[in-house]
């Protein structure tokens, strides 16, 4: 397992990227928080084909209910990366296994 971060280095209801320790992998990961609970997917959109934030870190809708991809406004649920509205309705995030030990996040993959 990779250690990537403390649950503590996002903000509840935010989320931020990471680089993928896989060397295979091109593309960040996205690590979301909610409470306790992190939820990690590929930051690549199921649509476009392109990294979801505009800025860095910036993944998060106003009211912290979905992340979106800032490229076309698709929505994604943060818990299940299911996209919800856009172009991409019915499509996932690449989700990625995470475990947390101690406050720590370590991709599980």
């Not at 476009?48 to 009211?63: K, P, R, S, Y």
């Not at 690449?94 to 947390?100: A, D, N, Q």
């Given at each position: ?83 919800v ?20 996040v370590?991709?599980?993959?």
């Amino acid at each position: 397992m990779s250690h990537l971060c403390l649950v503590t280095d996002i903000k509840d209801g935010q989320a931020k990227a990471f680089p993928h320790p896989s060397p295979s992998e091109d593309r960040d990961l996205i690590i979301v928080r909610r409470g306790l609970n992190v939820y990690g997917y590929v930051n690549r959109c199921p649509h476009a084909g392109t990294n979801l934030n505009w800025q860095e870190d910036e993944f998060m809708t106003d009211d912290e209910q979905y992340l979106m991809c800032f490229t076309h406004g698709a929505l994604f649920e943060p818990d299940t990366g299911r996209c919800v509205a856009g172009p991409c309705a019915g499509a996932h995030l690449g989700e990625v296994k995470l475990e947390i030990e101690n406050g720590k996040v370590f991709y599980a993959e």
